[in-house]
């Protein structure tokens, strides 16, 4: 059983930059993957972003590719989400999750694990 709690979200004005952190607690293996999913005012929840825990290999969403950067620290078991240039359409809840199986699946059916979301809100 995995325990997920996200923190860093805030305000920030159009094209400033913020760092999400993700800490988990109980055992993480090198074949879970871990990963970011965000839901806007009235939209379906959608992936962001996903990184293998074991290889630190990364996945992105199209919509965040070159503004949004995964990374995990073993050591501290913890998984954060570094985002730069900030548009208003990222303004939503961002979702820490995790899956056992070592695959990347952009559908957050499969994710078994889930944080309780820090809320990102991004002014113009």
């Known amino acids: 059983q995995v325990q997920l709690i996200e923190s860093g979200g805030g305000l920030v004005q159009a094209g400033g930059s913020l760092r999400l952190s993700c800490a988990a607690s109980?055992?993480?293996?090198?074949?879970?993957?871990m990963a970011w999913f965000r839901q806007g005012p009235g939209k379906e929840r959608e992936f962001v972003s996903a990184i293998y825990w074991g290889s630190g290999r990364t996945y992105y969403a199209d919509s965040v590719k070159g503004r949004f950067t995964i990374s995990r620290d073993n050591a501290k078991n913890t998984v954060w989400l570094q985002i730069n240039s900030l548009k208003a359409e990222d303004t939503a809840v961002y979702y820490c999750a995790a899956k056992h199986t070592a695959i990347i699946n952009t559908s957050p059916t499969y994710y078994a694990y889930w944080g309780q979301g820090t809320q990102v809100t991004v002014s113009s």
């Open positions: 109980g055992r993480t293996t090198r074949d879970y993957v």
